[in-house]
Nanobody, 121 residues
């Protein structure tokens, strides 16, 4: 079983950047698709980005493409979400997840506890 831990969230001004990290507290990401999803209070969880096990394929939500970059370092067993040009509407709890069943969706098998990103205007 994969236990995921996110970090790197915080409070930033609009236009700022954060690098979110995801690493397993136990187990490995080897062979898994890893994604980031986010959820704001009162809203449904939405897909943000995903990356294949070897980093060869990535996918992004239209709302973040061109601003966010997902990457992974399998040697460090870590996945990153580089968030740039942040907007207030990016404010949400960001979850790392593993082993998606559908590309571009948030139906994953394993989930972290989330890291809060808050963007002030």
């Amino acid at each position: 079983q994969v236990q995921l831990v996110e970090s790197g969230g915080g409070l930033v001004q609009a236009g700022g950047s954060l690098r979110l990290s995801c690493a397993p507290s136990e187990g490995t990401f080897r062979g898994y698709t890893i994604g980031w999803c986010r959820q704001a209070p009162g809203k449904e969880r939405e897909f943000v980005a995903a990356i294949s096990w070897n980093g060869g394929s990535t996918a992004y939500a239209d709302s973040v493409k061109g601003r966010f970059t997902i990457s992974r370092d399998n040697a460090k067993n870590t996945v990153y979400l580089h968030t740039n040009s942040l907007k207030p509407e990016d404010t949400a709890l960001y979850y790392c997840a593993a082993k998606s069943h559908r590309w571009g969706a948030c139906d994953y098998d394993y989930w972290g506890q989330g890291t809060q990103v808050t963007v002030s205007s």
